[in-house]
């Protein structure tokens, strides 16, 4: 079984169950034969460490942690978080073990607007949202601002990283998110080749 180290869930037990759900559920649209495990880290380093020490322990692990901005041209997941984060591959990973959500979880949302206005219900504005199909175009502050300013009138309330998140990401379609997400279709890809489609 491969394990999934992500960034998320803060330090409360409640968040980090309702993590693991969100990517349960979310995942399990891909009809894996093996579904992975997912252990929400908290912070970002700590996602880093938490993989680091699987990988020493020689657990089939993946890194999954936001890019936080653009992936230069030519570029792979390791060199940007070497280049941003100071983070060197350990010993005894692979060049695929890291993944990227670009350039933050939130991004996957912008490929679905009609599921966004559904679920936060009378009031959502999608036309606050950025306008630019190609999400990974979209800095990540526009990504969020968008979302807040979008869903501040909604049934729902003014959007905030969290526990909606979750609730959003576990109902999010992987099929329409990859092909908008070239990112994401890798970590889609990568999982489908280790462990294999029902």
Known sequence: MVVIYVEGGGETNYLKRAVRRAFHDFLGQLNLRDQPRVHPSGSRNDAYDDFCQAVRERTRALLLVDSEGPIQPGSNPWVHVRERDGWKKPRGADKEDCHLMVQCMESWFL????????????????????????????????????????????????????????EILACMDPHLIRRKSLWADRLFSDLERRSGRT
């Open 111 to 166: 490929a679905d607007r009609a599921f966004l206005s559904s679920f936060f219900g009378q009031g959502f504005s999608d036309r606050s949202l950025p306008a630019n199909p190609k999400i990974e175009k979209v800095p990540k502050h526009a990504v969020q601002r968008g979302m807040e300013n979008a869903s501040r009138h909604s049934k729902k309330g003014k959007y905030a990283h969290g526990r909606i998140s979750y």
